[in-house]
């Protein structure tokens, strides 16, 4: 159930440049130990940045569902515990040669990492303030 203070939350969130809806993303995926991607019949949905293939990749079942618009409306939100996706997918994705969207928006692409780059940022310890 969302409630209206979740969808101002969700709203204030989204309209975060790339560079804090990055820090949100790893706050989020240290505190629940998980990443959220989109699935469709074929698998791992992927987007093209430039000439780059591209896993998007989001904190929260939320906001990968609310990116499953347009051509994308099939699709179904898939949480990868954190310790599958450094384990499996981070070489998988380098085998590969693909790219990680973190935190894409409508309006934005997010931050594009090497998937060892993401590995290190899930990695880090959780800061505390």
Do not use: S
């Given at each position: ?24 993303m790893f706050e989020t995926t240290q505190q629940f130990k998980q990443v959220w991607i ?92």
């Amino acid at each position: 159930m969302t409630t209206a203070n979740n969808t101002e939350q969700h709203d204030v969130i989204l309209g975060l440049g790339a560079k804090k809806r990055l820090a949100f993303m790893f706050e989020t995926t240290q505190q629940f130990k998980q990443v959220w991607i989109l699935n469709d019949d074929d698998g791992c949905v992927m987007l093209t940045n430039e000439d780059d293939d591209c896993v998007p990749v989001w904190p929260t079942r939320e906001f990968a569902q609310a990116w499953a618009t347009g051509e994308w409306e099939g699709c179904t939100p898939k949480a990868i515990p954190t310790q599958d996706w450094i384990n499996r997918w981070t070489p998988g994705l380098e085998d590969d040669d693909l790219l990680i969207a973190v935190f894409p928006t409508e309006d934005d692409d997010g931050t594009i990492l090497f998937p060892d780059e993401f590995d290190t940022q899930l990695k880090m310890p959780k800061k505390k303030y």
